[in-house]
């Protein structure tokens, strides 16, 4: 089993910055990837970024150029950098990785923190 904590979220207001941090725990485990994700009030989940092990990343259309995604291999945390917030960036925040424990390959979530813009 591996563990996510979610860390950093909270209520800024329009054009502000937050940084969200996920860090992964357990037993011998490796990570092939780490992102983020959030949910809005009666909205589905959707991506926000993703990046590789190897370092390579992925954002979603409405993020490209705000946000920056970073992981800490040794560490094993990823980290949202979000500048220029907006309200449509209102909602809850998870972490996810993408793990391989020995011989299986599973995808954990965290249990999501809370970013609210202001107007």
């Known amino acids: 089993q591996v563990q996510l904590m979610e860390s950093g979220g909270g209520e800024v207001q329009a054009g502000g910055s937050l940084r969200l941090s996920c860090v992964a725990s357990g037993r011998e485990f490796s990570i092939n990837a780490m992102g983020w994700y959030r949910q809005a009030p009666g909205k589905q989940r959707e991506l926000v970024s993703v990046i590789t092990r190897g370092g390579s990343t992925n954002y979603a259309d409405s993020v490209k150029g705000r946000f920056t995604i970073s992981m800490d291999n040794v560490k094993k945390m990823v980290y949202l950098q979000m500048n220029s917030l907006k309200p449509e960036d209102t909602a809850v925040y998870y972490c996810?990785?993408?793990?391989?424990?020995?011989?299986?390959?599973?995808?954990?979530w965290g249990q999501g923190t809370q970013v609210t813009v202001s107007s």
């Open positions: 996810n990785a993408d793990c391989w424990e020995v011989l299986t390959r599973t995808s954990y």
